[in-house]
């Protein structure tokens, strides 16, 4: 998964290094990317997506942060399909943090013809989904 994600960040433009020691220098560096907000805690964030019930793994979710976070591309991302949002957190935390556009979720918390009772998530009729999704969203 690594090197996937290494070969997907160079496509854009972006390289991966692994620095062994820091000096002051690039300490100073770093720091003022955090204050510009250009270092997100992406951990941090995989930690908070846990508590929120979905249909992807940290891993992934991870990477479609850094995907939607680097993206070149000016405009909105659309999520179709959103169940309870552990995917939702990853996109819409890095539209919103990558200034690149806005973050738009789409779910008629229904569930799948066929297929509702695997998001069932308390009632079995499927009626407390959407407020589901957004006390995770909160």
């Known amino acids: 998964m690594k ?3 290494k070969k997907a960040l160079g496509v854009m433009g972006y390289e991966i290094i692994k ?3 820091i000096d002051l220098k690039s ?3 770093y720091a003022d990317l955090l204050k510009q907000r250009k270092i997100v805690d992406i951990d941090k964030l995989a930690t ?3 508590n ?3 249909m992807i793994n940290s891993l992934n979710g991870r990477f479609l942060f850094i995907l939607n976070y680097f993206q070149e591309i000016k405009g909105d991302v659309v999520e179709i ?3 309870q949002g552990r995917s939702t957190s990853f996109l819409a935390r890095a539209t919103n943090e990558s200034n690149n556009g806005n973050f738009y979720a789409i779910d008629h918390f229904k569930g799948n013809v066929g ?3 695997f998001y069932v998530m308390g009632k079995e009729d499927l009626s407390n989904l959407e407020s589901g999704f ?3 969203m909160e």
């Open 81 to 83: 399909g959103s169940w």
């Open 27 to 29: 300490l100073f560096f």
């Open 19 to 21: 620095k062994t020691c």
């Open 134 to 136: 957004w006390n995770n």
């Open 3 to 5: 090197k996937l994600i």
């Open 115 to 117: 297929k509702e009772k």
């Open 48 to 50: 908070l997506a846990e």
């Open 52 to 54: 929120v019930p979905g």
